[in-house]
């Protein structure tokens, strides 16, 4: 039951234009996503949200959040012929925009894609950069495109949507990282109607993670919470180009738990106590895990534990292939495993302790 619930929803929210700093129609499906689930859902002026769940005793606060933003580009120029040029807004590769079909703020288009007919031998060798290429929306002028509403600064965004294999477990598109898990949250706040933990947890989706991890700085401060837990999706490394990486992390061997991520500046140690909690609870429910240490890429997490005074965060990631684009590919027994964690995390909390560093 909850693979077909949770790939529902999970094919209805990926297909919404969600870029960093457009996330509205996004941020607006997953309130009415929360509302029947939560004591009160709110979005405050950068667009982050935040549903509240009281517990049936007193206790500390913790926030488990996700990001509803996804890569995307946006539209940085209209030439007079009304082909579009485009700005990368996260971690867009251009080997992968070539050829694509995209949303354009609503609109139907393609990146174009040189002619191999009239490429020379060098052309074919390499990728174009980003500003090379451009964006084709069936128009014949700069007006044209005008008049269907496209203007600097629209989203664009691959069009891909979210397919299963013959393995029904295994599941491809565009969007799952993060909207996975978005619809994982609003899935925890179902399992716990009955409110039996301590304290308040309020799940917060975070805009413009993709570009630095800023709403969830905001979402943080605001807070002020006692713990958190990040969750996001995580590249993986079971295929033939990444084997032998020292990064031993693939789909459907259970949640990922990150004990560093990021580099020197941005990015998290997760701290003894917070991973001892997180993996004392897998291993109680006998659900396989696997520490990661990742420097090539981050969470929120990076910025939500330095805020104020100092926050006891930490984060459970799901893997995912082919990280970044509009094929990304995960296992719903990876989600399903995550679910039961986070559960049980939440129905203990009246009894983590202060967790003092020393």
């Given at each position: 039951?909850?693979k077909?619930t949770?790939?529902e929803?999970l ?6 234009q969600?870029?960093?700093?457009q ?21 405050d ?9 009281e ?6 606060k913790?926030?488990?959040s ?7 580009c946006?539209?940085r ?10 700005e ?26 040189k ?11 390499k ?10 929306v ?5 007006a044209?495109v ?16 979210i ?13 799952i990282?993060?909207?996975s ?7 925890l ?25 800023r ?11 006692d713990?958190a ?5 995580i ?28 580099g ?12 001892k ?13 696997q520490?990661a ?10 910025a ?16 995912r ?38």
């Amino acid at each position: 039951m909850f693979k077909t619930t949770f790939l529902e929803e999970l094919k209805e929210l990926a297909s919404i234009q969600g870029t960093p700093g457009q996330e509205m129609n996004v941020v607006r499906a997953l309130v009415e996503m929360f509302k029947p689930f939560a004591d009160k859902v709110e979005v405050d002026h950068m667009g982050n949200l935040y549903a509240y769940l009281e517990g049936n005793q007193p206790g500390p606060k913790l926030m488990i959040s996700a990001h509803s933003d996804e890569i995307g580009c946006v539209v940085r120029d209209i030439d007079d012929r009304g082909f579009i040029r485009v700005e990368r807004t996260g971690g867009v590769l251009e080997t992968l925009l070539i050829g694509r079909k995209v949303n354009v703020n609503g609109h139907f288009g393609v990146i174009g894609v040189k002619a191999g007919h009239l490429q020379t031998p060098e052309e074919r060798k390499k990728a174009p950069s980003i500003y090379e290429l451009y964006v084709d929306v069936g128009a014949s002028s700069k007006a044209e495109v005008l008049e269907m509403g496209i203007e600097i600064g629209d989203p664009i965004t691959y069009i891909s949507e979210i397919e299963q294999f013959t393995n029904k477990d295994l599941i491809c598109g565009k969007a799952i990282d993060n909207r996975s898990c978005c619809v994982l949250l609003v899935e925890l706040f179902k399992t716990l109607q009955s409110r039996d933990f301590s304290g308040t947890l309020v799940g917060v989706v975070a805009v413009q993670e993709e570009v630095g991890l800023r709403g969830a700085k905001v979402a943080t401060y605001k807070l002020n919470p006692d713990y958190a837990i990040v969750l996001d999706t995580i590249p993986c490394a079971d295929t033939p180009d990444s084997l032998g990486s020292g990064y031993p992390v693939g789909i459907g061997k259970g949640p990922v738990i990150p004990a560093l991520a990021g580099g020197s500046v941005r990015g998290n140690i997760m701290s003894p106590q917070m991973k001892k909690l997180i993996t004392s609870h897998a291993k109680k429910l006998e659900i396989p895990y696997q520490l990661a240490v990742m420097t090539g890429a981050t969470t929120d997490v990076a910025a939500v534990h330095i805020e104020r005074e100092g926050i006891r965060a930490g984060a459970i990631t799901v893997a995912r292939r082919y990280s970044h684009s509009p094929v990304e590919m995960a296992d719903l027994n990876d989600y399903e495993q995550t679910l039961t964690l986070l559960n049980s995390l939440v129905k203990d909390l009246g009894n983590w302790g202060e967790m003092s560093f020393i």
